[in-house]
């Protein structure tokens, strides 16, 4: 029962990889899609980030505040 299991599994991971490879009429797969977006989205990360960082990490108490 653990073969068929990992056959149906290579199978799927195979069968996901060809189409995240395949070709469109334009040329271009969703392989090409996500790596030209994801400096866009590196960079929206970092303002999230900046924001909670701004937001929760100027709160840390210091050793006068215990007194």
Request: glycine content about 8%; hydrophobic content about 35%; proline content about 4%.
């Amino acid at each position: 029962m653990g073969l068929l299991r990992y056959i149906v599994l290579g199978a799927a991971v195979a069968a996901g990889v060809k189409y995240a490879t395949k070709k469109r009429p334009d040329g271009k797969s969703f392989i090409d899609d996500i790596s030209e977006k994801a400096p866009e989205w590196m960079n929206q990360a970092k303002k999230y980030t900046d924001q909670i960082k701004d937001q929760y990490g100027a709160q840390k108490p210091t050793h006068r505040d215990y007194q």
